[in-house]
């Protein structure tokens, strides 16, 4: 878990380098295919029930599940990135949302505070706690600072597959859900949209949209449950 993990976050930061106006998604996605072949490694996402391509990339209005492709980045767009790969038999899983050169205060902020929401869950992530208690410090960090949680899709467990139990909400009441235990590896991801929490699925079968047509953010790392400190096997985005 843990090389999967370094190679994951190595991935990630070669495509939040590479996120500039005039770049295309695909010119991205190529970059880290070719990355993470070159460590050894699978790119997790390929294939995965028929997704066409080695990451996801999300602009703007889209949330997650993003296809590479010819759309050109731009000045002010906001660009997330997920990524996963697969080593030894294990996988990695993490992402982030990148400035494309100058971006307006609100989408920076809204960047931001998707960030920090992930390490408000992450207190909650050690041995003595339960699942939503994660979640519910997501959702309130988010809601007080005006933004709005994504329901449809949740963090969850990761090893030698990407999604395993238990599901990881970034929303609801604390105290419930499966308890946390040492030894356990999620994937905590806030998906964070700047209006309203509805979502629209595109009819390529995988791009998920804001409803209203404002930005959303995503924000993810891989994590190993101790019963101290959570240990971060994605080494967290800047
Ligand atoms: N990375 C997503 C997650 O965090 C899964 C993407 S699956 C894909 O759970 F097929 F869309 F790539
Ligand atoms: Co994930």
């Known amino acids: 878990m843990r090389r999967a993990g370094k190679i994951t976050a190595a991935a990630r930061a070669l495509a939040g380098e590479m996120v500039k106006p005039g770049v295309t998604t695909q010119e991205i996605d190529k970059a880290v295919y070719q990355f993470i072949k070159s460590q050894g490694a699978e790119p997790s996402f390929l294939n995965y029930n028929g997704y066409p391509a080695s990451i996801c990339i999300s602009v703007n209005d889209e949330i997650i599940h993003g296809i590479p492709g010819k759309r050109v980045l731009e000045e002010g767009d906001i660009v997330s990135v ?54 519910h410090a997501v959702q309130e960090y988010v809601e007080r600072n005006g933004f709005s949680v994504v329901r449809e899709y949740v963090g969850h467990g990761v090893g030698r597959q990407m999604h395993e139990a238990p599901e990881v909400p970034n929303y609801g009441a604390p105290g419930h859900g499966p308890k946390l235990l040492r ?46 400190e959570p240990e971060l096997l994605t080494v967290p985005a800047p």
Request: negative net charge; proline residues 1%.
């Open 82 to 135: 997920d990524v996963g790969a697969y080593i030894g038999g294990f996988h990695g899983d993490c992402a982030a949302t990148y400035a494309c050169g100058r971006i307006s205060e609100e989408a920076q902020k809204l960047i931001d505070v998707t960030r920090q929401s992930f390490f408000e869950g992450l207190k909650f992530a050690r041995e003595g706690y339960r699942i939503s208690d994660i979640g």
């Open 183 to 228: 030894g356990m590896t999620i994937a905590l991801e806030p998906m964070v949209n700047a209006g309203t929490a509805a979502i629209r699925q595109m009819s390529d079968g995988w791009t998920v949209k804001t409803a209203d047509g404002k930005y959303a953010a995503h924000y993810e790392n891989t994590l190993l449950i101790t019963s101290g």
